[in-house]
């Protein structure tokens, strides 16, 4: 029975002379309707090869045609593999040499059917029949007819099949028959969004809000449910407000650390290495969109969250070449209207034929008006090119504070990284900044935890600060008075508590303090 639905539309489609996509549309639904739904993958083959021009491979593992940007269709041959033989129209359009093995674009696809009814009967195919299929859609909707917002709508539904914490839902985990894996599926959306930021929010998909949920750790769909919702855990400040006082319990301190760790570790194995792609892409969203001010704080905010050195080269490389463009353009555009108004000046040198009532106004009013009119244009434009020029290089003498940071969040214990910062601070002549970070580092780092350098030359490092560059005795004398009298740090060997006691004693000494 289905054999004679599907030569029926072989006839119709290879002799019809007006070739009419409705005809056949009808005639596979009425095979649909009549035959029972164990005999509908063999019309359906039929239909989309019909539909799509590609033809299906000779064996059960289908073929895998490549797209634009390494994207593929899979086609798989069961109608062959189940019966001993093609479907009459695969097997007429093979005698005939028509269709084609792989995906092929648009410019090199002849439609024979329009796309709005194309994408109608794919959108059915995946909906009621073969769900996985939505990837494979979602490649014609990109390489093929265009429709770009769809295809993030289809792919994000396919990262949507599992859950954060690795449950699934709706109908379980989506694995691609086409061997894609959820890194792939990620940048592919990331890519389709961030080269058409206006279709995705037509298809109402907000890639911003995704972006940023997914970054924090927190479920796409519920919005807030995950195991960052309202924490800080990729943030450069690693402990809780609870701990920001030296008399905080060493206890405590490690169960916060720990937890914080707990969740950026969760975050970290989820997005793998994708996290400062992630961010770059949504960087080159807001830039396509125009917002280039949000674009600007959106590479700030990746550059205080990011957790790897490898992420940071990337999101800080990507910054500085958005700096670059804009100073390219902006000096572009500069050259562009001294240009015309070169042009502008030669037409008014040859207009030699002026009434003698403009003449007598140019006599009264001069040239100085249109003079201070163009001065204050090149100006403004000169002042926006320096401004660009500016925030570039201050980007680039911060590096070595951003990177220093980012080491400290992957492990904020690490005693020459906290010394290397406030030398960054000093070198930069902020005494201040370099002070407060060193009195940060007795907040973060555990003695027991320490590395790299003992938790003493923290002390000792400030203290020489307050003493030499601040000529503040009396900070340095309450520090150590802090630390040795209170004991509001604990070491964890007694050599580094006898080494602030030295230190003590010999700021007095030099303070002729002999009391």
Excluded at 127 to 155: H, K, N, P, V, W
Excluded at 324 to 341: F, P
Aim: a negative charge; hydrophobic letters at 35%.
């Amino acid at each position: 029975m289905p054999r004679l639905w599907l030569m029926y539309a072989t006839f119709v489609i290879l002799n019809d002379p007006e070739r009419n996509p409705t005809t056949v549309r009808r005639i596979y639904d009425r095979a649909l309707v009549a035959l029972p739904a164990s005999q509908h993958e063999r019309i359906w083959e039929e239909c989309l090869c019909w539909v799509t021009g590609i033809l299906p491979s000779n064996n059960s593992t289908g073929s895998s045609g490549s797209g634009e940007g390494g994207l593929s269709v899979t086609r798989k041959g069961i109608h062959k593999v189940k019966y001993g033989f093609e479907s009459p129209l695969v097997a007429e359009w093979r005698k005939r040499g028509w269709g084609c093995g792989q995906l092929q674009s648009k410019n090199e696809y002849i439609p024979t059917v329009p796309t709005e009814t194309a994408l109608r009967i794919l959108r059915r195919y995946a909906q009621c029949f073969d769900t996985t299929f939505r990837e494979d859609l979602a490649t014609l909707c990109i390489t093929r007819y265009e429709r770009f917002g769809e295809a993030a709508s289809l792919l994000l539904q396919l990262l949507n099949n599992e859950q954060p914490d690795g449950n699934s839902s709706g109908g379980g985990a989506f694995l691609s028959p086409n061997g894609t894996t959820r890194h792939e599926l990620w940048l592919r959306f990331a890519d389709v969004c961030t080269a058409h930021p206006t279709e995705a929010k037509v298809a109402g998909v907000d890639f911003d809000g995704i972006i940023r949920a997914v970054l924090k750790g927190q479920d796409v769909r519920s919005g807030g449910s995950g195991i960052a919702a309202g924490g800080n855990d990729l943030g450069f400040e690693v402990f809780d407000n609870t701990s920001k006082a030296f008399g905080a319990s060493e206890d405590d301190k490690q169960q916060q650390t720990k937890e914080a760790t707990n969740k950026s570790q969760a975050v970290n194995h989820r997005l793998g290495e994708m996290e400062g792609t992630l961010w770059t892409r949504l960087a080159e969203y807001h830039v396509r969109a125009g917002d280039f001010e949000l674009a600007r704080s959106v590479y700030e905010e990746a550059l205080d969250a990011i957790t790897r050195v490898r992420d940071f080269s990337l999101v800080f490389d990507a910054y500085v070449r958005f700096e670059e463009g804009v100073i390219e353009a902006l000096m572009e555009l500069m050259e562009d209207e001294d240009e015309e108004g070169d042009d502008d000046g030669m037409k008014d040198d040859k207009g030699e034929s002026m009434g003698d009532e403009n003449d007598d106004l140019d006599i009264l009013l001069g040239d100085h008006v249109n003079n201070a009119v163009s001065a204050d244009e090149n100006t403004g434009a000169s002042a926006d090119v320096e401004l660009a020029i500016s925030r570039a290089e201050y980007l680039t003498s911060r590096r070595p504070l951003l990177l220093n940071r980012v080491l400290l969040r992957q492990n904020p214990h690490n005693v020459g990284e906290w010394i290397k910062r406030s030398e960054l601070y000093y070198d930069l002549g902020e005494v201040d900044m370099a002070a407060a970070a060193l009195e940060e580092s007795l907040k973060a780092v555990f003695s027991r935890k320490a590395v790299n350098g003992s938790p003493s030359t923290l002390v000792l490092t400030l203290v020489d600060i307050y003493e030499n560059q601040q000529k503040n005795v009396d900070a340095a004398r309450n520090l150590l008075e802090r630390i040795c009298s209170k004991n509001e740090y604990e070491f964890q060997d007694s050599e580094d508590l006898a080494q602030c006691h030295a230190a003590w004693v010999e700021l007095e000494l030099r303070q002729e303090n002999w009391d």
